[in-house]
């Protein structure tokens, strides 16, 4: 595969490089509505745990299977119904926090394809994640929030 033009000669920014992996993850999402995708970069900006939103191992997807009860709504039912009762998906940033190791979102940063919601980032919150990093709605800077207590250089440690 070709490298790009814009990225002859240059080397992309840490944040910017893991969004563009976020946006790959993405790919991987078995939803109807939307595909989001998350990566961790632990505190030493070491790539280790993706995530996307899509139903738990053994519920069928809903883009093979067309199963998803929230899908077959339509868009017009669908939408305004921000509580998601109806849906059977993990979301990307939970599907992250599952699947990394506690030492690596101890101080790391997310990097998500949208912006997350408010319990998504009250779970990477109680994961102490420092970072959560993001692409704003046309996709041309990244929004960040920091929390403002930095983990001590010792969580983690035995």
């Known amino acids: 595969m070709p490298v790009p033009a814009s990225l002859t000669g240059r080397r992309p920014r840490t944040d910017d490089w893991a969004l563009g992996v976020?946006?790959?993850?993405?790919?991987?999402?078995?939803?109807?509505?939307?595909?989001?995708?998350?990566?961790?970069?632990?505190?030493?900006?070491?790539?280790?745990?993706?995530?996307y939103n899509g139903p738990p191992?053994?519920?069928?997807?809903?883009?093979?299977?067309?199963?998803?009860p929230r899908g077959r709504l339509g868009s017009s039912k669908a939408h305004g119904r921000a509580d998601h009762a109806d849906c059977t998906a993990l979301q990307a940033?939970?599907?992250?926090?599952?699947?990394?190791?506690?030492?690596?979102?101890e101080g790391g940063t997310v990097y998500v394809t949208r912006a997350p919601g408010y319990r998504c980032l009250q779970r990477l919150r109680?994961?102490?994640v420092?970072?959560?990093?993001?692409?704003?709605?046309?996709?041309?800077?990244?929004?960040?929030?920091?929390?403002?207590?930095?983990?001590?250089?010792?969580?983690g440690a035995a």
């Open 126 to 128: 109680e994961a102490r």
């Open 22 to 51: 976020a946006v790959a993850v993405s790919r991987m999402a078995d939803c109807s509505r939307t595909q989001v995708g998350a990566v961790l970069l632990d505190r030493h900006k070491n790539l280790c745990a993706g995530g």
């Open 93 to 105: 940033t939970e599907r992250l926090v599952i699947r990394a190791r506690r030492e690596d979102l």
């Open 130 to 155: 420092f970072r959560v990093v993001w692409a704003n709605e046309t996709g041309t800077e990244a929004k960040v929030l920091k929390w403002a207590t930095k983990p001590r250089a010792d969580v």
């Open 57 to 68: 191992h053994g519920v069928p997807g809903c883009l093979e299977e067309a199963w998803c």
